[in-house]
DNA sequence: ATGATTAATATACCGCAGGTAGATTAAGTC
DNA sequence: GACTTAATCTACCTGCGGTATATTAATCAT
């Protein structure tokens, strides 16, 4: 393991550049790809060649380490479901798009995606990289539906219900995977735009 | 705080009983009632008038603990929901009552509920306690639905987005309640029932 | 009876991870 | 050049999960 060479104690000579919090982030993230999700902060603050109190004055604690990660990875997965969806029509075939871009995006970001999603040391962490992500989802149903009618109050349920579920299927599929991703996304997509009623519905 | 008399150390005399699995799981529950999610393994112990090692010998480490009380509460939220279920012709309205079930006991066992979700050490310990849920759940999917055809092999995915959904809803639910548990099942119901698409479907 | 074995317990410790206080070095400033 | 300030490291504290070992008493073999 190839430890960056520490720092001398006290403040960098005039010509040093000091770590700044986006370095910090992609330290943590380099060494989270490399070794997985259990890795500790001190650990990431090494891997910058620094150490934990840095990463407290420039980030935060743990938590503000695993807000900083979530954002990152939030964006760079809207980033590919945006330009998945993009141009589609059909809005089924829209949700299967954004779905099947999630998960393959997840292949790529495993290790982030559980370091992330796996860290919950007190209790209501998991929510917290959700809102914003939930938000953003409220946002789109009550546009695109249009929510019949009134209430875009049911419109954020569903946010944070569809983001639970992209989640555990998400764990689930990590886990013991056993169908590509695209299956999964067909198979989540029909669950998805037609519900449990299936496409029969008020057709009869 | 009143804690139970430590005992000797030493094997009990003849007449006194020793504790057990059982009693031990419910002295937890009954601590985490009161303190809520955030108890170590010591207080679980000292609640039941015993010592950590007593814990680890009647049932295991901390995974042990939240499994046997995710088991628990699996079972007595299973109950109620098939009591809410039974009778219930409509689907849709079955849906209604299950997830208006779950929801309305989650209230009563929220903390208990936070403590099960909520100790996640390592990182695949959520799924854990999801899995008996999960494959019950996949079954009768497959025995309601028929699952168009021939895909069980879709079932278990939707099982677990399904937890997923109802897992996320709930964290949220508890964190912000801002709405009553018959809305939310309401609400809830709708998109599981007749997702995305809506009522419209394949009418026009 | 009495010594050896076994069951059931408590005490005391280990290691790790998150978090923090205080020492350390050098740059800026008057 | 002395003083303040910035940036860093070292060293520690705490809490928790987990375990090794001592302690007590019942049980069993002789």
């Known amino acids: 393991m190839v430890v960056a060479a520490r720092r001398r ?3 960098p000579r005039a010509g040093e550049v000091s770590v700044d919090r986006l ?3 992609a330290s943590a993230e380099r060494l989270i790809r490399r070794e997985g999700p259990r890795v500790s902060l001190e650990a990431i603050a ?3 060649g620094v150490t934990k109190p840095i990463v407290y004055h420039h980030i935060g604690g743990k938590d503000a380490v695993v807000q900083g990660l979530a954002r990152r990875l939030n964006d760079r997965q809207g980033e590919v479901s945006r330009r998945a ?3 589609v029509e059909d809005p089924a075939e829209a949700i299967r798009a954004f779905v099947d871009g999630y998960l393959e995006q997840l292949e790529t970001d495993r290790n982030l995606y559980l370091y992330v999603t796996g860290a919950s040391p007190g209790s209501g962490d998991v929510l917290a990289l959700a809102d914003r992500s939930a938000t953003g989802l409220a946002r789109l149903l009550v546009e695109i539906r249009g929510h019949d009618g009134n209430a875009p109050a049911s419109a954020i349920a569903w946010a944070y ?3 639970g579920m992209l989640h555990f299927v998400s764990l689930w599929w990590l886990r013991d995977a056993d169908r590509t991703h695209a299956e999964l996304a067909e198979q989540l997509t029909e669950l998805l735009w037609t519900g449990l009623r299936g496409e029969g519905g008020d057709r009869t």
Do not use: S, T
Request: aromatic residues 0%; without cysteine.
């Open 161 to 163: 219900g569809i983001i």
């Open 23 to 25: 370095e910090l982030l």
């Open 46 to 48: 090494a891997e910058a």
């Open 85 to 87: 969806v993009a141009g």
């Open 9 to 11: 104690p006290g403040r």
